[in-house]
């Protein structure tokens, strides 16, 4: 029985030798489900059992014998973190649209392709545009705290006095998947969009029947003739403080400015001024310049609403975020399927 035993053990040794080894996965952070079990069952994970960021030295010790990295905008894929990996790292899986915390162009010197994800996260972050343009334009959350202060003691004719949405102007900066879609939710408040476009303006077939559309060259002229301001372009060097003391003096007088986009679009001690000189009616930000660090004296405004960047924030769309960012890596990894990539010359 001992021999047969041994026998045993030794053709199921010889069998788990004969399995294919599965391609290592450096993850960053946790994500959400289905997306961790489809990439443990394609990958030998590294990493992304807890719920934090990775620390500079884990990044740094961590890729350098991996086939990918699954890695979110809470990480600084740097130049220096890229030239830390290995002769084995293919792809780098950025479970986000925005890719400005990656170092693309030294990951593409690498031969390293990088990923992202697009599309899945439109309407949740349109969705909560509106939840911004809509808090600041009634002072939703001055009066839920008015209302649990215990400062509310009957209806008055001044009370919290808002402004108006329906009709006002919107102007879009950056009238990309995100920008159409908060343009698309425009049309029940009948309002005209006004929109810039670095691709110029949109094909006709692109405008939805009726819609109020009109494609403005200048940025300038938008913020002019807006009412409220809602920003959705990518951050790059051409972005970077896209907004800041002089384009704020040339909106409207108490018009609204929303960032859904990335904080460092907007100069935020530029915008703290405005706010505190009353050249703006208010801002609704759920990104900023120095995240999660917010500008001095932008807390102890009342005219604002300050969000913990929830752009994506449901259930559904962190899974699909999730989902897509690890069919981005087992499809660069494998050599099959179609990926996200932001550097195709790679490919």
């Known amino acids: 029985m001992a021999d047969a035993g041994a026998g045993l053990d030794r053709v199921t040794a010889d069998a788990r030798a004969d399995e294919p ?14 997306g961790l079990t489809s990439l443990r069952e394609a990958f030998e994970v ?22 990918a990295m699954l890695c979110l ?3 600084s894929i740097d130049k220096e973190v890229v030239d830390a990996t290995g002769p084995r790292l293919r792809v780098i899986s950025n479970m986000a649209v925005g890719f400005d915390n990656i170092d693309v162009a030294a990951a593409t010197a690498r031969r390293i392709v990088v990923t992202n994800t697009p599309g899945v996260l439109t ?56 920008g159409q879609a908060v343009a698309r939710r425009a049309a ?16 006709d077939a692109d405008i939805p029947c009726g819609a109020r559309w009109e494609y403005r060259e200048e940025l300038d002229d938008l913020l002019r003739e807006s009412d409220i301001v809602s920003l959705h372009v990518p951050l790059d060097q051409r972005t ?8 704020l003096s040339l909106m409207r007088p108490g018009s609204f400015l929303i960032n859904t986009s ?21 801002a609704g930000l759920d990104v ?22 929830l752009g994506s924030g449901t259930r559904e769309t962190r899974g699909r975020m999730a989902e897509m960012a690890v069919r981005n890596a087992i499809a660069i990894v494998r050599g099959e399927g179609k990926a996200s990539v932001v550097n195709p010359e790679v490919l």
């Open 123 to 178: 309407d949740a972050t349109a969705d909560l545009t509106w939840s911004l343009i809509l808090a600041l334009s009634r002072r939703v959350v001055e009066g839920d705290r008015l209302v649990r202060e215990g400062r509310f003691p009957t209806w008055g004719p001044f009370v919290l006095l808002g402004r108006e949405v329906f009709g006002a102007t919107l102007g879009i900066v950056g009238m990309g998947r995100i």
């Open 46 to 67: 590294v990493g992304g059992t807890e719920d934090r960021p990775a620390t500079r030295e884990e990044l740094l010790s961590n890729v350098r014998d991996v086939d």
């Open 188 to 203: 029940g408040f009948e309002m005209p969009v006004l929109y810039v476009r670095r691709g110029g303006p949109l094909a």
């Open 288 to 309: 900023y310049e120095r995240e999660p660090e917010l500008a001095p004296g932008l807390v102890g405004l009342d005219n604002v609403v300050l969000l913990p960047h």
């Open 240 to 247: 970077r403080h896209l907004i800041g003391e002089r384009e």
């Open 73 to 75: 905008l809470t990480e």
């Open 21 to 34: 080894t599965k391609p290592r996965v450096f993850l960053t952070r946790l994500i959400p489900e289905p």
């Open 262 to 282: 990335r904080g460092p679009v907007v100069d935020e001690a530029a915008l703290v001024a405005a706010l505190r000189e009353g050249e703006l009616g208010g």
